[in-house]
């Protein structure tokens, strides 16, 4: 067999801008699964403007493939917008909760001085268990589990990651030409072809 | 019985209390619509009970099953450019569409589809002939949209409308509780949709690339061109034709672009891809730009990828962003309406002649005429060839006959060999594949093209999938002229057994009923003929016969599609036998 070039697969996020329709997760999910490309986190939300979603999606893909999905989402009636960015061109976060008990950290000191080392933040005290919030990249909120398994660590949750691209100035000004029967000169749709290899925009 | 002319409702001032049904009637009269193909059912009846009224503006067709409803809505929108209109039931009426929907989707056609739907409080219940319609049918689909409330239907038709027939045209499914189909409201007018802020149908033309692509064609020595459903989607066979004539390249077609430039043009060069002609398919390889037209580089065009046209530079014409680079890296990408952008670049482009380069494409055709073209038309053996049979309809036609195919080798041959002079004349399952599409589609297209004579060209494996239209075409009194190319064999997949697998003939062996029976149960005259001898004048009674004729022809059993690019190889392998 001949050697095969290694595939350039990394984490791509996409982000996309959508009209709040019911069933348009379902046809922006369909996209991934229809090519069995599995999504690693996805987060939907209201984005600042009324009336205007923002989803965030992380796969394992190639910059060809992410390309190419980005522009079968954009195709969708009800979305208006897609960009997609490695990790180094957004900042990016997760939020994680954990449950330990209470009289663990009442009573040993050194938890307590790990979890401020780990930028964690008492969200609930009971008599029973405690609940610890922290934010972070996905090593760093791993870690503390971790650290919090031999003390009795009893719940974890994590949630999706959110996404803010560097490059960006925000989505307020594109709306506006979107909402324009007879865009400008300076339509949106341009970027595309400036940029190929890039965004995709439409 | 009631049997007097009705007079269709007009438009209800603004402020006028109507039924959800009624809205929905009126969105249809408001878009033009003039045929529904349809089929009624329990959710869908407060529909139909509108309807009842409306006969005067809106012809029903009833079909016989919805998928045979959604195939006739297809060939009525290929046939018309307009939007084919499709109603069915909830749950099994709506499933039934799916095949239709997906084979319009591939190919671009558009349709609004209206589906009943249970009453809105029992969705979710697993309610009697419930389907979550909006979920099965959102992949296959440009758009969807479930409706539970009346007020909401003049709006998301407009939009349905729109939708489907802009940028690159498509298939919308609205589905329609029971409850808002019978809910009154306050009809405040409608209002055809135009702009809807999530879509673009077509971008602004970027003048650069159309400049970038006309120098790219003027300094060209061997340009090809290669032509798809696009051109006749953008209504542009005119901007096309000028294009070709000022710039002199020669041209070929996908299946779904055959007819846009007639088949006798002198820059015509024949059919693309795995049954496509000699010339086009090794020049493609040949070439040193490649101008792609409307079309979306398919597997069965493109053969092996990584071995195609590299040496070519690829300018690419399309309304849909989503197909530049898909499949074939661009150079120039000129992305928007051909109607718009072709007429830019003829402006920019050379006047040329390219006699020796389209002398070379003629020269290819000669050594396809000798290997394969001469004996498939004009046959020497004993048995009637499928290519004999559209050659001598051809003769009878003189190519103004809308064609329409099913899928398989009668499909490769028709699509090959059909002469077609008008635009809007050739009908066929390109992208899906879909078996059983001409008989309802051939239906559909004479709705949509009254004046035309329309010819279905089907095997005797599809038209057995959906021959229960043969129901239809009698209660409709519809003139379909039936031909049907019987080699007793489900003959495409047999000659890939053949070639590919050691002729292990597993499971094509496949038996017809007698067709000109069938069909003299269904009230349709038919002759059936095996004998060379009786051919012209079996073709001439079909098509001279006032209504639908089935003809059956008994055609040679064992005969292979060539020339033919095998599955996994590059265009320039192509095989002439």
Redesign the interface.
Known sequence: MPEQAPIAREEHNITVY??NH??LL??IA?IFS?RKINIDSLNTSPSEIEGIHRFNIVINETEEVV??IA??I??Q????KVYYNTNEDVIWQEMALYKVPTDVIAEKVKVERLLRENGARAVVIRKDYTVFETTGHREETDNLIKILQPYGLIEFVRSARIAIIKDSDGFNRK?RE??R?E?GHE?V??E??NS?EKV?T? | MLTQEKQAPTLPETDTVISGSQALLHALQVEGVDTIFGYPGGAIMPIYDALYDFEGDLKHVLVRHEQGGIHAGQGYARASGKVGVVFATSGPGATNLVTGLADAQIDSTPLVCITGQVFAHLLGTDAFQEADVIGITTPVTKWNYQITDATEIPEVLAKAFHIARTGRPGPVLIDITKNAQLQKFNFQGYTPCDHIRSYRPKPIVRQEYIKQAADLINSAQKPFVLWGQGVMLGSAEQEFKAFLEKSGIPAAWTIMGAGALPTDHPQNVGMLGMHGNYGPNVMTNECDVLIAIGMRFDDRVTGRLDKYAKQAKVIHLDIDPAEIDKNVKTTVPVWGDCKETLPLLTQLVEQKQHSEWLAKFREFEQKEIDAVIREELFPTSAEMTMGEVIQQLNELTQGEAIIVTDVGQHQMVACRYAKLNQTRSNITSGGLGTMGFALPAAIGAKFGAPHRTVVAVIGDGGVQMTIQELGTIMQSGIDVKILILNNQFLGMVRQWQELFHERRYSFVDITSPDYVMVAQGYGISGRKIDQREDLTNALQQMLAHPGSFLLEVMVTKENNVFPMVPQGCSVSEIRLK
């Open positions: 959508t009209e019911i069933g379902n046809r369909m229809r390309s190419k522009r079968q954009e195709k009636v009800e979305v208006l709306l979107f909402e029967t865009p339509v749709e341009n595309y072809l190929r995709f439409m």
